[in-house]
C-alpha cells in the first residue's frame, strides 16, 4: 500500500519570502504521478504542480516548483515570492500510473500561513 | 477547464433525517467518481469509490448502509447520508475524472466540487 507523509502541520513565511513544505511517500510501484494540491478557506481543491515519476527533470509552474528525489522518495514543493493569496492548506498526493481508477493518496496536510 | 458540480453547498438538518448529496459532471464523462469526508484542518478521506453502472466500492471503516451512494449516470452522483447523526457533521468532497481517458481529464487527474458543509443537530 502506499502512503504520503507530510510532516510539518503548520508553516509561516513572510510575504515576498520563499518556503519549502516536505512530502515523503512509500511505494513499490516504478511508475506513479505526484501532485501538490492547494486548498485556500473556501476549501476549492486546486492542483498547483504535478510529477511524473519517470521524469528526472523538476516540474514547474511559474512561483511554484518541486525538487523530486525518486530514490529518497521525497517531493516537496518550493514557493518563491510567497503572496498573501498562497495562504491555505497544501496537500501532497500520490497516484499510481497505470491504473484505471485513478486514486489519489492523499498526504496529512500542511497549513501555511504566508505574513504581510 | 473541466467543472463539477456539487449541490447543496450547506445544508443543517435535525438528527435522524436523511441528507442527499449530488455531484455532475458538467463538461465531461464521469466513468469514476469519489468521495471524500474532510474534517476541519484534516486530509482528505476518501469514503468511497463508484464507477457507472456497478456498485461502489468502500472503503474499510466507512458504513455503505450509511452512507448510500448512487452513480446513477455518466455526469451524476449522489451520497446519500441515512439518519444522520450529529457524528456524520463534516465537509464532504466529490470528484469525479473519466477513467476512459486516463490518467487525466482536462489534464488534471480528478475534477472537484466545491464540497458540502453538513451540520446536523
Known amino acids: 500500500a502506499q502512503t504520503v507523509t507530510q510532516s510539518q502541520p503548520e508553516m509561516s513565511v513572510q510575504e515576498a519570502e520563499t518556503v519549502t513544505l516536505s512530502c515523503t511517500y512509500d511505494t513499490s510501484e516504478n511508475n506513479y504521478y505526484l501532485f501538490w494540491y492547494k486548498q485556500p478557506p473556501s476549501r476549492q481543491m486546486i492542483l498547483v504542480i504535478r510529477q511524473e515519476a519517470y521524469k528526472q527533470q523538476n516540474a514547474t509552474e511559474n512561483r511554484f516548483s518541486v525538487n523530486f528525489q525518486k530514490a529518497a522518495k521525497s517531493f516537496s514543493l518550493k514557493i518563491s515570492d510567497s503572496q498573501l493569496g498562497d495562504t491555505a492548506m497544501y496537500f501532497c498526493a500520490f497516484m499510481k500510473r497505470l491504473t484505471g481508477e485513478g486514486k489519489l493518496i492523499f498526504g496529512q496536510g500542511t497549513e501555511l500561513s504566508v505574513k504581510p | 477547464g473541466a467543472v463539477v458540480s456539487q449541490h447543496p453547498s450547506r445544508v443543517i438538518c435535525k438528527s435522524g433525517t436523511s441528507v442527499k448529496i449530488e455531484c455532475r459532471s458538467l463538461?465531461?464523462?464521469?466513468?469514476?467518481m469519489f468521495w471524500y469526508r474532510q474534517f476541519p484542518k484534516k486530509s482528505l478521506m476518501l469514503m468511497a469509490t463508484?464507477?457507472?453502472?456497478?456498485?461502489?466500492?468502500?472503503e474499510q471503516g466507512v458504513e455503505k448502509d450509511k452512507f448510500l451512494i448512487n452513480h446513477a449516470s455518466l455526469t451524476l452522483s449522489t451520497l446519500t447520508v441515512t439518519s444522520a447523526h450529529p457524528e456524520d457533521s463534516s465537509f464532504y468532497i466529490c470528484?469525479?475524472?473519466?477513467?476512459?481517458?486516463?490518467?487525466?481529464?482536462?489534464?488534471?487527474?480528478?475534477?472537484f466540487g466545491d464540497g458540502t458543509r453538513l451540520s446536523i443537530l
Open positions: 463538461d465531461f464523462q464521469a466513468t469514476t
Open positions: 463508484s464507477n457507472e453502472g456497478s456498485k461502489a466500492t468502500y
Open positions: 470528484s469525479a475524472r473519466d477513467s476512459f481517458n486516463s490518467p487525466f481529464t482536462h489534464n488534471q487527474p480528478q475534477h
